[in-house]
């Protein structure tokens, strides 16, 4: 390898936990050293390691710009997506990489998602009309205060690092989640939504808000702005107030909502 | 190499010691065991009234041993722990409740916080008052 001659090249030490199912009974550290830049993200470092070093080594990516959600992983501990966290941030390192937090590791650095996105699914990320309109009758409009009742929900890019923050989602893998149930949230509070009839049992059910014990992490490690501590916790008032005045009124059963 | 090849075997990770992972996870810790000081406190009041209804002689013996250095000691703690847990849950509050919105702008969650310590404040003092203008 040439390195131009005006440039010194400096290294950092990446260390990653492995597992491959073929040989490891159990995940194992193994240490890289990685040349790097100054505007390398941590991304890129693998990247360094897969194409140069080691080409085992297993991870997902793909937008490299903090918009697919594929690239999280915990970064000395910490749930990040590894494109838009920087190796400059973390001298002298080493750095320690392993795969996001409270989900089975399928291979290095990759979770299996499968249940994420039955949840995904569960709780019936589509608008349900609240009212039938013909095409003739126009669009739904909406106004700038109904938006943004929903607006910061709706930018989650199902990154999963809130699952990862959520210590009870590694307890109990069952609870539909932060990410999901922002998804939920994000449905219910929309003006032109009707279907938080249908979304309820889901919501209120053992598995759904009541699992959260108000950590409050999810909020604070979303690339996105996305507040699911408040998506979740607002909703045990909704939950609350659906039980109790379900006593008052009764109603016809929904069908579906179950995880 | 093995002889006979596993492709797949997902491995799931302890969940031994999570708390201990991460500072935050340490401070949601410490709000939920400040939990135990209020608990503790309400328990020491309520069996202070279940004294008092049970003659003056009780009750005179239950505000004596208030007064005791390890009382005195004990509630020192529940302070400490009420404070924490105050400190703590106005901090989460913000995320706890819907969006407030106030001349078309979103309440910030800042003030939030802090309108829970001036109620906290204000409920302090008045019960302070109401003690000492009893007492008078």
């Not at chain 1, 193994?30 to 080409?55: F, H």
């Not at chain 1, 279907?195 to 009541?210: F, K």
């Not at chain 1, 039980?243 to 016809?252: D, E, I, Q, S, T």
């Not at chain 2, 004990?74 to 009420?82: D, I, N, S, V, W």
Request: net charge positive; with cysteine; hydrophobic share 40%.
């Amino acid at each position: 390898m040439s390195a131009p001659t005006n440039t010194v090249t400096k290294t950092i030490q990446i260390e990653v936990l492995r597992y491959r199912p073929e040989q490891d009974s159990e995940p194992v550290w193994q240490s890289y050293t990685v040349p790097y830049t100054d505007d390398m993200s941590v991304l890129q470092g693998l990247q360094q390691i897969k194409d140069d070093q080691d080409g085992t080594l297993s991870f997902r990516w793909s937008c490299r710009m903090a918009i697919c959600g594929s690239c999280g992983m915990m970064v000395n501990g910490k749930p990040k997506l590894s494109c838009q966290t920087f190796l400059r941030d973390l001298l002298p390192g080493p750095v320690r990489i392993e795969a996001l937090a409270h989900f089975a590791i399928e291979r290095d650095l990759i979770v299996g998602v499968d249940k994420f996105v039955d949840k995904l699914q569960s709780v019936k990320p589509w608008i349900i009309p609240k009212e039938k309109r013909e095409l003739s009758q126009g669009e739904y409009i909406q106004t700038p205060a109904q938006l943004e009742k929903i607006e910061q929900f709706s930018s989650c890019i199902n990154c999963m690092l809130c699952y990862a923050a959520c210590p009870q989602y590694g307890i109990d893998d069952n609870f539909v989640g932060p990410g999901a149930l922002a998804l939920l949230h994000r449905y219910n509070a929309d003006s032109r939504d009707g279907g938080m009839d249908e979304r309820m049992p889901l919501l209120r059910a053992a598995e759904g808000v009541w699992s959260c014990t108000a950590v409050g992490y999810c909020s604070e490690v979303c690339p996105k702005g996305v507040d699911p501590a408040n998506a979740v916790n607002q909703n045990k008032v909704n939950a609350a107030k659906d039980y109790f005045l379900g006593w008052l009124k009764p109603k016809a059963k929904v069908e579906g909502g179950k995880a | 190499m093995n002889t006979q090849v596993k492709s797949r075997g997902p491995y799931k990770r302890s969940m031994t010691g999570w708390w201990k992972r991460d500072p935050f996870f340490m401070k949601y810790m410490v709000r939920e065991m400040s939990a135990l000081a209020v608990a503790g406190y309400a328990i020491v009041l309520m069996f202070g009234v279940l004294r008092l209804s049970q003659g003056e002689a009780a009750w005179n013996g239950w505000l004596a041993a208030m007064k005791s250095p390890l009382s005195i000691l004990l509630h020192l703690t529940f302070l400490l722990g009420m404070v924490v847990h105050a400190k703590s849950w106005f901090e989460i509050m913000p995320k706890t409740m819907p969006a407030m919105h106030s001349g078309g702008q979103r309440v910030p969650g800042s003030t939030i916080t802090r309108t829970g310590w001036a109620v906290t404040v204000v409920a302090s003092l008045v019960t302070w008052a109401i003690a000492a203008w009893w007492k008078a």
